[in-house]
């Protein structure tokens, strides 16, 4: 099993930047490809980027493409978000969520195994 920390949310005005960072405890975390998803108050859980175990693929939701960024590093077991260009409708929780041993890139919350608490982020002047 692993387990999911997430933090680096907060209030920031919109066109500025924020990273998340998810921390992992537990099983080797490079068997593990992550995502990054994020749910609004009344509506689904969205995705927002994928990347494989390595690092060396990644997957966005069309409306981060070119904005957000996801990263990993395998030795500090830590996955990252970097948001740029943020815009009020990208106000949500933002969860991170792994899956054992996947070669594929899902995009589907019920894909994931395992989730973090998540963390807020609100964007607004």
């Known amino acids: 099993q692993v387990q999911l920390v997430e933090s680096g949310g907060g209030l920031v005005q919109p066109g500025g930047s924020l990273r998340l960072s998810c921390g992992a405890s537990?099983?080797?975390?490079?068997?593990?490809?992550m995502g990054w998803f994020r749910q609004a108050p009344g509506r689904e859980r969205e995705f927002i980027a994928a990347?494989?175990?390595?690092?060396?693929?990644?997957y966005y939701a069309d409306s981060v493409k070119g904005r957000f960024t996801i990263s990993r590093d395998n030795t500090k077991n830590l996955v990252y978000l970097q948001m740029n260009s943020l815009k009020p409708e990208d106000t949500a929780v933002y969860y991170c969520?792994?899956?054992?041993?996947?070669?594929?890139?899902?995009?589907?919350?019920?894909?994931?195994?395992?989730w973090g608490q998540g963390t807020q982020v609100t964007v607004s002047s």
């Open positions: 537990g099983r080797a975390f490079d068997t593990y490809a």
């Open positions: 990347l494989s175990r390595s690092g060396g693929s990644t």
């Open positions: 969520a792994a899956k054992f041993g996947a070669t594929l890139l899902f995009s589907t919350p019920s894909a994931y195994g395992y």
